[in-house]
C-alpha cells in the first residue's frame, strides 16, 4: 500500500490500488453494457479524477465500473437484495485480478528481457547490468512478498547467467543503485 491524497486538502491515507480496479468482463469475457447520461459538473468531475493520476483509472470507464460496483456494495450493506450475486461477483472479480496481475507481470518480465536483450545486442552489457540491477533494486522494494518473490525468482532464472558471468560488475551496479 503506499499514500495518496485524498481529497482537495491533500490529506492521505492508506491507499490499494487493486481495491479501485474492477474488471470490464467476467471469467468467461461476458459484460454487458450500461448507459446513462449525467450532468456536465458530474463528466467534469469524472475527468478531473483521471487526470489527477490519483487512482488507477486510466479511462471513464475504468471509474464508472468501480463507481457503480461501489454503490452496489454499499446499497446492500445497508439492506440485503434478494438473489444478490455480490458474493459471487466478488469471488469472480479477485479471480479476474489475480489472472490480470499474472499477465502484468509476465509482461513486465518480457519486455525487460527485450530491453536486455537490445542493449547485448548493441553490445552495451553495462547498460544492461546497470538495467537488471536497478529493476532488481525497485523489486526487493515490494511490499508484497509473493509479487517480490515471483519476481525476483523470474529474474534470478532469466538473468543469473549474466550477473555469474559479471559478477563483480553486477555487484559494484547494485550497490551504486542503493545509494
Not at 503506499?2 to 481529497?7: E, R, S
Not at 469472480?92 to 536483450?117: G, N, P, Y
Request: hydrophobic letters at 35%.
Amino acid at each position: 500500500m503506499t499514500k495518496k491524497p485524498n481529497g482537495a486538502a491533500g490529506h492521505t491515507e492508506s491507499y490499494d490500488p487493486s481495491h479501485y480496479i474492477v474488471p470490464g468482463q467476467d471469467h468467461h469475457g461476458h459484460s454487458v453494457r450500461v448507459w446513462c447520461r449525467v450532468q456536465p459538473t458530474v463528466d467534469h468531475e469524472i475527468d478531473a479524477i483521471i487526470q489527477s493520476k490519483n487512482w488507477p483509472f486510466r479511462v471513464k470507464g475504468d471509474f464508472i465500473r468501480y463507481a457503480i460496483y461501489d454503490a452496489v456494495k454499499r446499497l446492500e450493506k445497508h439492506k440485503p437484495v434478494p438473489n444478490s450475486m455480490v458474493v459471487v461477483a466478488d469471488v469472480i472479480m479477485d479471480q479476474c485480478k489475480q489472472a490480470d496481475l499474472w499477465v502484468r507481470f509476465k509482461s513486465s518480465i518480457d519486455s525487460l528481457e527485450h530491453t536486455v536483450k537490445s542493449f547485448l545486442d548493441a553490445g552495451n552489457e553495462e547498460e544492461a547490468l546497470k538495467l537488471l540491477s536497478n529493476t532488481r533494486s525497485q523489486v526487493l522494494k515490494l511490499e508484497e512478498a509473493m509479487w517480490r518473490d515471483q519476481y525476483i525468482a523470474e529474474l534470478d532464472k532469466r538473468f543469473s547467467h549474466l550477473w555469474a558471468r559479471n559478477k563483480s560488475k553486477a555487484v559494484r551496479l547494485d550497490r551504486a543503485t542503493k545509494q
